[in-house]
């Protein structure tokens, strides 16, 4: 990359030495290189649990079809509600359910292991790479061991960590007429409060999954602002005399105090005020996605079946499935859209909606009723997954291999025979691509246009296309190993980075518009963000590398709460607390909240993650596996 501009703030300067000396080219993770059972994997994560109170969830289920109309992960949505099993099985019982996991799963083997604690006894162990893929129903459930708001960590810092997020997360709480309806976005009265002091969707999400998760869950909160922000999306839209679509749902809202009225008021911000004047396209995926948490986790379908939620859900899918000049199945987008709401480069096809697009598609596909004009918008939805799994599975992979076919791709390709179909020049492949894309392991890339490819690599629309199963097994596989492979790159000492690598210098000044916000390796460009921590544990857990996320777990404990729960780190590695964060950020302390309810009870999963359709035809990859080198 060209050197750094000299009105860049240089915030890796320090630690250049500190990464040059640990290269990440040499610093490989082998934690999954020791096979271990199922029981093991998770006496490792410090839980300390005896097994014999490990619950099992529910019986095995074929993963869904959305496709046919045949959907049994909806059916399997609702028939769970009274399913529930709790079953206290013993040692044995645990590792034949083990076992069962194991048995349909071809990548796990099972085999007599000899130093099972003398035991001698068979138990199921897992390959270095185990598979994505296992039916989700599976998953052990492990009892928390405490009761009230702690989950019961057996480390004591943790256990003190985890007691203080709590306390926190509570003193973000809004209210509005008496209810919690969300939760601020910092506390931090240290510093200006900008908008810091509102309600953000896309920051809601990990504070309502840490309330369903938590012992004596917290569901009224979630309920509330579900509705609350459905009732916002109702608002006419206006910025200067142009009227937003009626579907977009508010980046975020504020309540004030109306003196002359005497009343609490909302407030809410659709774009009209953020920076750069962009409608949040995220917010009403994401809201899609909690509601659907929301009623995994409750069992309430009442929510999901009011008629205005329905007709919430309907006009937010209404706005990206409408038919237009389009010739891809993805969608278009504004720099800004998203997490990363300011000029990034991230204009076009950015991989974080497309993923997010995805996964709100499969849930709404579970939650909508035929009813009314239900049946035509759900044949919409059948035909764009289709079509968007094709095109992202396709057109957004890169792994070695393919990086080599696009390394000698022909120009000027015009019919339907093109191989390079967007017409991609090869030396627009950036030089870092060459030296980051490890042998084994690969990712979705940032964004693809014509003759344009983003190479980018973004944690949030990788993970999330590992929890919608908007990646094939094999690719949900290969990101993780990439994460290891590239640790120091992507986790360094604080997790996790938001993007990599950081625009600098020429780059940085034309693609960012020379933010002073966004130098290299700071906040969206290369800095790291903990909230990311449960999207990629939830991502772990799902492919079966739980190793991955204690890992970084552990990283973010030994900082996280002495550093006041920063909004974001700066620096190539992550050292310097983020330049502007805000301290007490919500969604960092929430972000670790839910990561660690996860890893200790892997079947929280199930609220937020999705099977993949087994009998979708999937599209056939012309190139080899990441791990066939
Ligand atoms: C910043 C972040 C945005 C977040 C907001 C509130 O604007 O870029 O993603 O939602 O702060 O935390």
Known sequence: MSPASPTEVCADESEKKTSAHNSPRNASVKETDTPETIAEAYQKLNLGRDIS????????????????????????????????????????????????????????????????????????????SPSVGMSLENLVEVSSVASGKNSGSENGSATAMMDEAWDLLAQSYVDFKGQHVGTLAAVDNSSEALNYNQVFVRDFVPCGLACLMKNNADLEIVKNFLLKTLHLQGWEKRIDNFTLGEGVMPASFKISYDTQRQKEVLQADFGGTAIGRVAP??????????????????????????????????????????????????????DGCSMIDRRMGIYGYPIEIQALFFFALRCARQMLKPEHDGKELIERIDKRITALRFHIQNYYWLDFTQLNNIYRYKTEEYSHTAVNKFNVIPESIPDWVLEFMPLRGGYFIGNVSPARMDFRWFLIGNCIAILSSLATP??????????????????????????????????????????PKNTRWSYHNGGSWPVLLWLLTAASIKTGRPQIAKRAIELAEQRLSKDGWPEYYDGITGRYIGKQARKNQTWSIAGYLVAKLMIENPSNLLMISLEEDKKITKPKLTRSASWTF
């Open 281 to 334: 396209v995220d917010s009403g995926f994401w809201w899609i996605i909690l509601l659907r948490s929301y009623t995994k986790c409750t069992h309430d379908y009442s929510l999901s079946e009011l008629p205005e939620v329905q007709r919430g859900m309907k006009l937010i899918l209404n706005l990206c499935l409408s038919d237009g000049f389009d010739t891809f199945p993805t969608l278009l987008c504004a």
């Open 474 to 515: 094999t690719q949900a596989t290969a990101i993780m190993d990439l994460i290891e492979e590239r640790w120091t790159d992507l986790i360094g000492e604080m997790p996790l980075k938001i993007v990599y690598p950081a625009l600098e210098g020429h780059q940085w000044r034309i693609v960012t518009g020379c933010d």
């Open 53 to 128: 109170s490990v619950r099992t969830v529910s019986t095995s289920v074929d993963a869904g079809n959305c496709v046919d109309g045949n959907d049994k992960e909806g059916e399997q949505f609702k028939k769970n509600s009274t399913e529930k099993a709790v079953v206290v099985p013993t040692a044995e019982e645990m590792t034949k359910n083990c076992n069962s996991v194991v048995a349909e799963n071809s990548e796990f083997e099972v085999v007599s292991n000899i130093n099972g604690g003398g035991s001698g006894k068979t138990t199921s162990v897992l390959k270095p």
